[in-house]
């Protein structure tokens, strides 16, 4: 018996991480309002967010196995989500030169056994830039939906120059908080595939 794996999300970042797992997910994006509360800590919005797309999700497809998740970046206590403009992502790629920040990535399993959730923070040092530079990379067009207004996997990585922490967390996906997640919910994950664990083992 497998499960019928939903991802509750449009990013084809997550998306590209769970095909390299050997997964091949239902895509069904949850359509939920991604606002930061007044007073709201990063760690409970990125957790919010994903336990609201997950149970959301999760309505529409009650057999499954729903995935989804919520990333994004904290400087100096600020949450930056994605840049509205290119004039938002040039000023948030300068704040972020030269400096160290948190990159916050929640994920939310909803299924039979309820919600179950994770957040992982993942440490990013930034080399020093000039604005032009972040001109430059603004100008590619890939900051454009990513939060902290830049893409590790991409053109972006050319801006990183230390990082700490879960590497796939800043992409969005952080794959070892996945896996603790499926073996809490009574799935193994065995290289391609996810198989029910025996209790009786």
Known sequence: MHPRLVLASASPRRLAILRQLGLEPEVCPADVNERVHPGERPADHVL?????????VLALEPEALVLAGDTVVVLDGDVL?????????VAMLES?????????????????????DSCTRTRVRFRAFDRDTARRYVATGEPMDKAGAYGIQGLGAALVEEVEGD?????GLPVAALLRLLRQAGWRYDFGALHPIDPMR
């Open 167 to 171: 590497y796939y967390s800043i992409v």
């Open 48 to 56: 919010r967010l994903a336990r609201d797309k997950a149970i959301r």
């Open 81 to 89: 989500g994605k840049p509205e403009s290119d004039a938002d992502a």
């Open 96 to 116: 972020l030169s030269g400096r160290t920040h948190e990159v916050l990535s929640g994920i939310a399993l909803a299924g039979r056994q309820g919600v179950l």
